[in-house]
Structures are given as C-alpha cells and as structure tokens.
C-alpha cells in the first residue's frame, strides 16, 4: 500500500497568515492527490484534485502543487472558516490512502 | 444539489451482519462510480471500498476483504454496504462519496452513518 504522511500534525496560525501543510507519499503517485478539509462532525469536503484543481466553489486562497511523491496544500490568508482538519489522499492506486491529519488551530 | 444520504447503521454486536444504504439524487447516479470511505471515532478517514458506474468493477481494502460486499441498483439511485462477520474495529462512521467530476477520487460526501459493534 502507498503511504501518505502529512506534515505538521498541528499548526498554530492566526487569521491572516499564509500556511502550507505537506504531504509525502511513499510511491511515485504522478498528480492523483487530492485534498479535504474537514470540521468536527461534519464530512470531508473536497478543495483540491489532481494535485492543483480547485474544486468549484472553493475559495482562491487554497492552492495545490507537486507531483511524484512531494505535496503541498497553501491557504495564502487565512480565514476564521479555515480552522479545520486537513488531509490527503492519494488517488493512483487501490487502496487509496490517506494522510493522518494536519489540524490547523487558532494561535 | 447532490444529496447523498446513508442509512441502516446503528449498533450491531460481533460477528452479525448489518447493510448500509446510501440514496443518491441530484445528479445522473448510473453515469458515476462510488465510493465507502469509514472513519473510526478520533481517527483519519480510511478507504473502505470502491464500485463503478455500471457495477463490473469492484475493489476492496484489506481489512474488509472478504466480509464486505458493495453493490448498487442504478434503477433506484441506490449503493450498498453489505457487513458482515463485523469486529469492533469495524466501528466507524461510514460515508458514502460519489466520484468527483475530474476523476475517481471521493468528490461530494454523504453525511455519515454510524456503525458501533459491540456487546
């Protein structure tokens, strides 16, 4: 099975900065990455596929980049909504794998 | 607007069995693959099983391998979950996710069923 681990596991930032969570998978997986936010109790919602594909709907402050085996997700200003969990998820080979987390907090 | 809405889960003991639906409306269900993904209670979402638009293809992850079975009926916009011989690390809230429209990842999600097995 393809591994994905996501760094850090918990980041602290206050509204307005700019962070990025990364996320590493053991294989080469090309592009097949995408990325969810999650908030408590409530389902995953997709914001990025194929690496850097903004999902429709999703703000312009997410961004997505890398291929092969190195990932980063980038919120550019963030917001009070933004506070969430966050996860990869690579998409090229069954079973599809996903990172543990990053859990954004409110510094 | 794509509502995915599971149900039939609850509390189950060892061993006994338990099937999960996951009514689909707001998009053409037959034209899209779909998805169970579970998340046990503090955990990250786990990939359980896969199945394709018209039903032909199916994968499954290890740990269920062999005990469940999904399947669909295009005629009633339905998928399932078939659980069987479940174990207590099968507890977990299940989400049904269609396939998103750029490929086969998990795109929208369904609200989440929850399934505790336990004695």
């Known amino acids: 099975d393809i591994q994905m681990t996501q760094s850090p596991s918990t980041l602290s930032a206050s509204v307005g900065d700019r962070v990025t969570i990364t996320c590493r998978a053991s294989q080469d997986i090309s592009t097949w990455l995408a990325w969810y936010q999650q908030k408590v109790g409530k389902a995953p919602k997709l914001l990025i596929y194929?690496?850097?594909s903004l999902e429709s709907g999703v703000p312009l402050r997410f961004s997505g980049s890398g291929s092969g085996t190195e990932f980063t997700l980038t919120i550019s200003s963030l917001q009070p909504d933004d506070f969430a969990t966050y996860y990869c998820q690579q998409y090229s080979t069954y079973p599809y794998t996903f990172g543990q987390g990053t859990k954004l907090e409110i510094k | 607007q794509v509502q995915l809405v599971e149900s039939g889960g609850g509390v189950v003991q060892p061993g006994r069995s338990l099937r999960l639906s996951c009514a689909a409306s707001?998009?053409?269900?037959?034209?899209?693959?779909m998805h169970w993904v579970r998340q046990a209670p503090g955990k990250g979402p786990e990939w359980v099983a896969v199945i394709s638009s018209d039903g032909g293809n199916k994968y499954y992850a290890d740990p269920v391998k062999g005990r469940f079975t999904i399947s669909r009926d295009n005629s009633k916009n339905t998928l399932y979950l078939q659980m069987n011989s479940l174990r207590a690390e099968d507890t977990a809230v299940y989400y049904c996710?269609?396939?998103?429209?750029?490929?086969?990842?998990?795109?929208?999600w369904g609200q989440g069923i929850l399934v505790t097995v336990s004695s």
């Open positions: 996710s269609k396939y998103g429209d750029g490929s086969g990842y998990p795109g929208y």
């Open positions: 194929k690496a850097s």
């Open positions: 707001g998009f053409t269900f037959s034209n899209y693959g």
